[in-house]
Every structure is written in structure tokens, then in C-alpha cells.
């Protein structure tokens, strides 16, 4: 079976533009979750979604914003770019996000760099 | 509230030494699990291992060993005979039903395997 991938791998931006990324989860997998990496702050929950509804949500300003597609598949939107918004971006994809038990699966992430 | 904390921020090791990467969390659930992820520099988060609160068998995957003590809020993951390929950061997590199942990640541990 496939992993979690992400695209792009790499992207840079400057202030106040936007950007969008993009998750496909593991075949059969309908949570995806996002989090944020950074040196200061490490792994950060900024959401999660499940049959296309956000079903949790971290504590993050409204400028991120996500969504799912009827294939699972996920992106997430950051606008208005802050310097402080550089950071890796992991998405994990689990089968149904409903369980404690569930089994997160990280995909490679989304390093953006905001100059 | 739930927290999980890695007091141990970077251990270096000689190829072939033992070493125990420490992990303490706070929930106040009856219920939860504990993770333990790899992140290699190339970024992805490579999962390891999940135990539930109500099971405290030590388990031993190959070099890899765990010790999960309720009295102590410790889940503790030792490395046998390390190797240098194992040197990584890794990460301990946290998910209960009170955080509606999200990780809850630690700081991290960065070790760094010397041949």
C-alpha cells in the first residue's frame, strides 16, 4: 500500500500571499489530520477531518483553513503568510479517527519556508 | 488538559551502547494510548509503536524495547546495541478522549549515533 504523500515538498512565499497544500492518505483511510513543526514550538495539532467535515480543530488563527474531498484526499490553505507561519507541515492519515487506538501515519511533509 | 514531556532534549551514544529515551505524560482519562514516532532527518514520522493505558506488558520488537508504567505516568523506549541508523529524533504522544483523540506530542529527543 501507498503511504501518506504530500505535495509539494518544498515551497517558499513571501509575506502576505497564500498557500495551499496538499495530502492524499493512505488507500482506505478516511482522517486526516494536520500538523505543524517548528523548532520553538514542536508538533502542533492545527486540525482534522473526516468524511469531509472538520471534526477537530487545534488553536490556530482562522487564517489556516482546511477541507476533504469526497476521495479523502486533503489540503489545507494558509493565507496572508506571517514569517512566523515557516515551519514543516505533516499530514497523517488514519482508517477512521473515531478510535484512540487508531494508528496515525505521517506522510513526509510540506517544508515552507515564508520570506 | 494533557501533556507529555521529554526532559531529555539530545543524547549521543557510541554505536553498540544501550540507550533509554525517557517519556512521563499527565492525562486525566482512564483511557488512552501513548505513541512512540521516528523522525529521521528526512521528515516523515515513522511510527513505532501504541500501547493502551490498560496494558502494562513490557514489549520487545527486535533491538527495540518498551516500558510502560501507569504508577509513574512513564512510557520509556529503550534502543539495544544502537546503531547508527537509528539516529533520529523521536517523539512520544499522547491521544485520550478528552483532546477527542488528537496526538499530543513531546519535544522530542534527538539522538545521534557515533559509529
Known amino acids: 500500500k501507498a503511504g501518506v504523500t504530500q505535495t509539494p515538498r518544498y515551497l517558499i512565499k513571501t509575506r502576505g500571499q497564500q498557500v495551499t497544500l496538499s495530502c492524499s492518505p493512505i488507500s482506505g483511510h478516511r482522517s486526516v489530520s494536520w500538523y505543524q513543526q517548528t523548532p520553538g514550538q514542536g508538533l502542533q495539532f492545527l486540525f482534522e477531518?473526516?468524511?469531509?467535515?472538520?471534526?477537530n480543530k487545534g488553536n490556530f488563527p482562522g487564517r489556516f483553513s482546511g477541507r476533504q474531498f469526497s476521495n479523502s484526499r486533503s489540503e489545507m490553505n494558509v493565507s496572508t503568510l506571517e514569517l512566523g507561519d515557516s515551519a514543516l507541515y505533516l499530514c497523517a492519515s488514519s482508517l477512521a479517527g473515531t478510535s484512540l487506538s487508531d494508528t496515525q501515519y505521517f506522510g513526509p511533509g510540506t517544508r515552507l519556508t515564508v520570506l | 488538559a494533557q501533556k507529555v514531556t521529554q526532559a531529555q532534549t539530545e543524547i549521543s551514544v557510541v554505536e553498540k551502547e544501550d540507550v533509554t529515551l525517557d517519556c512521563v505524560y499527565e492525562?486525566?482519562?482512564?483511557?488512552?494510548?501513548l505513541f512512540w514516532y521516528k523522525q529521521p532527518p528526512s521528515g516523515e514520522l515513522v511510527f513505532l509503536i501504541r500501547r493502551n493505558s490498560f496494558d502494562e506488558q513490557n514489549e520487545i520488537s527486535g533491538r527495540y524495547s518498551w516500558n510502560f508504567q501507569k504508577s509513574t505516568s512513564s512510557f520509556n523506549f529503550t534502543i539495544t546495541a544502537s546503531q547508527v541508523v537509528d539516529s533520529a529524533v523521536y517523539f512520544c504522544?499522547?491521544?485520550?478522549?478528552?483532546?477527542?483523540?488528537?496526538?499530543?506530542f513531546g519535544k522530542g529527543i534527538t539522538l545521534s549515533v557515533r559509529p
Open positions: 492525562t486525566r482519562d482512564t483511557t488512552y494510548y
Open positions: 504522544a499522547l491521544s485520550s478522549l478528552s483532546a477527542n483523540s488528537k496526538l499530543t
Open positions: 477531518y473526516f468524511s469531509e467535515t472538520q471534526r
